[in-house]
């Protein structure tokens, strides 16, 4: 799960990044709305957190941005200014949720996981493709009723391939998607090769109802 940030003060920047990728999210920050927008108009995200006051404007920009392009990005305002009528304004232009600061770190990881079921699965908790199940929460995958082991980056894979069931997804879209801002310091694309090998053939050996299959000169598709 793909998260950005868009929040100009430095500490709050930090502890918020530090949090969301202690609990496996990829973050990526942006600190105006102009990097903001350059990174919506580049990227796909599962939720983007909002700041309202930025350096070179407000944040509600961005949501009239996000509408304009007719993205699905979950949007939350995490905000200090505490209006009712930037409330009001926020949702309207499409936010899905509003925490003021200050806020729990525990409140604001619980707010991030329902707008992500809300927009992907209508709400269900645990994800089923045939005998697969992925929770969320807990980080587990099980097929059959039977955990499987899986790395970090193989979950993530597989759980950004069941979100996308049958779409074809390219593999600079999956870098992109699985590793954030550390792809700029890759390459190559063996990494993604390395850990595909090992999760279709975790998958493969567990007796998975689902494969991750290659189509050829475009992608990877996760098929049942």
């Known amino acids: 799960m793909k998260i950005l940030l868009v929040e100009d003060e430095p500490a709050l920047q930090e502890v918020v990044r530090a949090s969301l990728e202690k609990e496996r999210y ?40 996000l509408k304009k392009l007719q993205k699905q990005e979950s949007v939350i305002i995490i905000s200090a200014k505490d209006s009712l009528d930037d409330k009001v304004a926020g949702l309207e ?10 806020f729990h770190l525990a ?18 908790l645990n994800i089923s493709i045939g ?29 950004y391939f069941v979100n996308r069931r049958g779409h074809l997804v390219k593999k600079e879209v999956l870098a992109e998607a699985v590793w954030g801002d550390d792809m ?17 053939r975790k998958l493969a050996s567990a007796g998975a109802e689902v494969e991750i299959k ?11």
């Open 26 to 65: 990829v973050v990526e920050v942006a600190d105006t709305c102009i990097s903001a927008m350059r990174k919506v108009n580049a990227y796909a995200y599962d939720c983007i957190l909002l700041d309202i006051m930025l350096p070179d404007g407000s944040g509600l920009q961005l949501l009239e941005h």
């Open 93 to 102: 232009l499409g936010a899905d949720d509003y925490l003021p600061k200050p």
């Open 107 to 124: 409140e604001l990881h619980a707010r991030i996981r329902s707008v992500i079921r809300r927009g992907q699965r209508g709400g269900d």
């Open 131 to 159: 005998n697969l199940t992925i929770d969320p929460d807990k980080h587990r995958v099980s097929v059959g009723g039977q955990v499987l082991d899986l790395g970090r980056k193989e979950y993530d894979i597989l759980l």
């Open 184 to 200: 700029d310091q890759a390459d190559n694309y063996d990494f993604i090769y390395a850990q595909l090998k090992n999760l279709r």
């Open 214 to 224: 290659t189509v050829y000169g475009f992608g990877y598709k996760l098929v049942k």
